[in-house]
């Protein structure tokens, strides 16, 4: 069984930069690939980047790259979403998942493990 925690969202204008923590609990949470998804109102819940257990593979939606980077620290049991550039449509709330076949996959129900979200809003 693996808890996870969101924390970092707020409100910021727009070419602003936030940083968006997930943090679990649960020993297996290393061995798990971990994705940050968003929701926006009246949307469906979209991928927006995974990171393998080791970190050294990652993947990112065509409309964050270049601009959000994701990175984890097994050690301390979480993962981040380093977002700059910040675009009025990257608003939404931010859920942190656990893919525990260890898969950088866009497929919301592939993932176990979810937070309960983090609002983040951009102003323009």
């Known amino acids: 069984q693996v808890q996870l925690v969101e924390s970092g969202g707020g409100l910021v204008q727009a070419g602003d930069s936030l940083r968006l923590s997930c943090a679990a609990s649960?020993?297996?949470?290393?061995?798990?690939?971990v994705g940050w998804f968003r929701q926006a109102p009246g949307k469906e819940r979209e991928f927006v980047a995974a990171v393998r257990r080791s970190g050294g593979s990652t993947r990112y939606a065509d409309s964050v790259k270049g601009r959000f980077i994701i990175s984890r620290d097994n050690a301390g049991n979480t993962v981040y979403l380093q977002m700059n550039s910040l675009k009025p449509e990257d608003t939404a709330v931010y859920y942190c998942?656990?893919?525990?076949?260890?898969?950088?996959?866009?497929?919301?129900?592939?993932?176990?493990?979810w937070g309960q979200g983090t609002q983040v809003t951009v102003s323009s």
């Open positions: 649960g020993r297996t949470f290393s061995s798990y690939a």
């Open positions: 998942a656990a893919n525990v076949l260890n898969l950088i996959d866009t497929v919301v129900p592939h993932y176990r493990y």
